[in-house]
């Protein structure tokens, strides 16, 4: 490089295009927001089927201690509220970062989760992701599911922000396909 040459500063950014479109691959979005409404119910389930019984056994302790668990509860409870956003986080990025690149529920609903340009969710990915989710739901409960309706690939305000899209896995979108040609 030469003195009259501009200099290169900073980090290049290479800007992939969307892997995934619409009007060529209908059947990736097919249905999508209905199952993930349901699938959200199963991962609701068991992020909280863990946390009551945990607060059952801690009532159970209590009874049968006669009272005297309660005192170590007591010193326990700052870190109960905090247990359960580690446990939902390590769930959702533990999930995601699987090779399905789905939570459980998304699983069982044929879904998986993939950046905008194709590649499978990561763990930090999935975590961020289900804080956003989070997040979005309790200020905006209604609207985050609007805006899936006005949008090509059906994605949700923290789909948008965290740049992920979730789709049809695999075997249910060639399903939708072979269903159409014949």
């Keep these: 490089m030469t ?3 501009p200099r290169r500063i900073g980090v290049s950014i290479e ?8 009007m060529t691959n209908p059947e ?3 249905g999508v927001l209905a199952r993930r409404m349901i699938a959200f119910v199963i991962d609701l389930a068991i992020i909280v089927v863990p946390i009551v019984l945990a607060a059952l056994f801690m009532a159970a302790a209590t009874i049968a201690t006669l009272g005297l668990a309660a005192i170590l509860f007591v010193f326990l409870s700052p870190l109960y509220w905090p247990l359960i956003v580690i446990w939902a986080l390590c769930y959702y990025g533990y999930t995601f970062a699987s090779e ?15 950046t905008w340009y194709g590649t499978p969710a990561y763990f930090v990915l999935g ?4 804080l956003l ?9 209604p609207l985050i599911l609007l805006v899936g309706l ?3 690939r059906k994605r949700l305000l923290h789909d948008m922000v965290v740049g992920t899209v979730v789709i049809n896995n695999p075997a249910r ?4 396909r072979e269903v159409r040609r014949g």
């Design 173 to 176: 979108a060639q399903m939708i």
């Design 133 to 141: 989710f989070w997040l979005s739901t309790s200020f905006l409960t």
């Design 100 to 114: 399905a690149s789905a939570t459980i529920g998304m699983r069982v609903m044929d879904l998986e989760m993939r």
């Design 3 to 5: 003195d009259s040459e």
């Design 28 to 30: 990736l979005f097919e």
């Design 150 to 152: 006005f949008n090509d």
């Design 127 to 130: 975590a961020v992701h289900g």
């Design 15 to 22: 800007l992939k295009p969307h892997a995934y479109d619409p």
